[in-house]
C-alpha cells in the first residue's frame, strides 16, 4: 500500500492551497484519512479527518479555514486550504487507517508535501 501526496508550495499569508493524496495497493476499505502535519520542531498533530461514511473531525485551528473531502471510489482525500497563516508552515502527511485485502487491518503514512506561508 502506497499514499502519494501532492499540492504543496509556497504561498502568502490569505491565500489558498489544495492538497491531495491518493492511496493505491492491495486495498480492500478505507476505514479514516486523513491529514496531519508537523512543523520545525514540534511534534506532528491532527489537522483533519474524515471517516468511510464522511464524517469529518478539524483542529480547532483549522476550522472554518480547511476542508477536508474524500473519494471512496478513487482512494483519494483532498485537504483544502483557505485563508492560510504562517502559522499553517509545516510538513503536511497524508495518512490512511485501511484493512488490505489480506484482512490485514493497519495505519499508513504518506512521505509527506510542505506548505510554506509568507506573512
Known amino acids: 500500500v502506497q499514499l502519494q501526496a501532492s499540492g504543496g508550495g509556497l504561498v502568502q499569508a490569505g491565500g489558498s492551497l489544495r492538497l491531495a493524496c491518493a492511496a493505491s495497493?492491495?486495498?480492500?476499505?478505507?476505514?479514516?484519512m486523513g491529514w496531519y502535519r508537523q512543523a520545525p520542531g514540534l511534534k506532528r498533530e491532527l489537522v483533519a479527518t474524515v471517516a468511510y461514511g464522511g464524517v469529518t473531525n478539524y483542529a480547532d485551528s483549522v476550522k472554518g479555514r480547511f476542508a477536508i473531502s474524500r473519494d471512496n471510489a478513487k482512494n483519494t482525500v483532498s485537504l483544502q486550504m483557505n485563508s492560510l497563516k504562517p502559522e499553517d508552515t509545516a510538513v503536511y502527511y497524508c495518512?490512511?487507517?485501511?484493512?488490505?485485502?489480506?484482512?490485514?487491518?493497519?495505519?499508513?503514512w504518506g512521505r509527506g508535501t510542505l506548505v510554506t506561508v509568507s506573512s
Open positions: 495497493g492491495n486495498i480492500l476499505t478505507i476505514n479514516s
Open positions: 495518512n490512511a487507517d485501511l484493512i488490505s485485502r489480506l484482512r490485514d487491518r493497519n495505519t499508513y
